[in-house]
């Protein structure tokens, strides 16, 4: 199983910014698409954002304008450039990435999750 890790959640300010990270590692033949989802306290996982492996983007209509999603494949991270952050953005954030471990072979991984707290 490929491992994921996030990096870059913390406490912000409303009106900040962050720009998280998450890095598979392991036995990777490829990578399809990659996101991002969140879990508020008290309510489901959303999603958040998707890049595809030609670079095609799915946003939330929540976060439209306000987030960027973008991919490093030479390097299996995928980001999410988040600005003008508000309270109810506060969450943990996860990664997702559909990952081929050869060429038979596909699985839906999800990093551990980041903190995000927006908060005066």
């Known amino acids: 199983q490929a491992q994921l890790v996030e990096s870059g959640g913390g406490l912000v300010q409303p009106g900040g910014s962050l720009r998280l990270s998450c890095t598979a590692s392991?036995?990777?033949?490829?990578?399809?698409?990659m996101g991002w989802y969140r879990e508020a306290p008290g309510k489901r996982r959303e999603l958040v954002a998707t890049i595809t492996n030609d670079g095609s983007t799915d946003v939330a209509e929540s976060v439209k304008g306000r987030v960027t999603i973008s991919r490093n494949n030479a390097e299996n991270t995928v980001y999410l450039q988040m600005i003008d952050l508000k309270p109810e953005d506060t969450a943990v954030y996860y990664c997702n990435m559909d990952i081929w471990r050869d060429v038979n072979e596909v699985r839906i991984s999800w990093g551990q999750g980041t903190q995000v707290t927006v908060s005066s």
């Open positions: 392991g036995t990777i033949y490829r990578i399809d698409t």
